[in-house]
């Protein structure tokens, strides 16, 4: 296990819990990969959280491919609120950022469990609709799992000092 930063602002990290909900209510963030000539690439994908860990899909082939292959380390941002207040000079501002191993998911089984859980949290109460997708699209597709090692959630203060009232 890595060791990672603590958050500088502690008193605007958010909790675990509030971490997680967000997590499951995001439908897209931002993964960050080690890319080519070791350029940073960060690309917005779709998204579900599960138990301590994301999965995402994806083609069978790409610069997002290359580089979880080519480096297991990744992260994870999600922006839950981002309301520019112009006469504050600020922001209000809600995320999160996970840490963790990224890795294409190679094991049958596991990658069905993987895209019907995507399945389902985009187009829930759909069964038939699902199994038709995953009949004509599952060769043609990787699912990845991000096993979480480090998750911070962090707010503006004035949302946290909203809370707290």
Do not use: W
């Not at 602002?9 to 499951?24: A, F, G, H, T």
């Not at 209510?25 to 990969?33: D, I, N, Q, V, Y």
């Not at 690309?43 to 579900?48: A, D, N, R, T």
């Not at 840490?99 to 993987?114: L, P």
Request: aromatic letters at 10%; glycine letters at 6%.
């Amino acid at each position: 296990m890595e060791n990672f930063r603590e958050m500088r602002r502690k008193r605007q990290q958010l909790s675990d819990e509030e971490s997680i909900r967000i997590l499951k209510t995001a439908t897209a963030g931002t993964l960050a990969l080690l890319g080519d000539e070791d350029y940073p690439y960060a690309v917005p994908i779709s998204f579900v959280y599960n138990d301590g860990r994301l999965y995402f899909h994806s083609a069978l082939s790409g610069h997002k491919v290359d580089a979880i292959r080519k480096h297991d380390k990744a992260s994870f941002c999600v922006v839950e609120k981002d309301e520019v207040r112009p006469e504050k000079y600020t922001t209000f501002f809600r995320s999160v950022i996970a840490f963790g191993r990224i890795h294409i998911v190679e094991d049958e089984a596991e990658k069905m469990e993987i895209i019907k859980l995507l399945g389902k949290r985009y187009n829930p109460n759909d069964e038939e609709g699902l199994t038709k997708e995953i009949e004509s699209g599952f060769s043609h597709m990787l699912a990845i799992r991000f096993d979480i090692e480090h998750l911070t959630g962090k707010e503006a203060v004035e949302l946290m000092k909203a809370r707290k009232q």
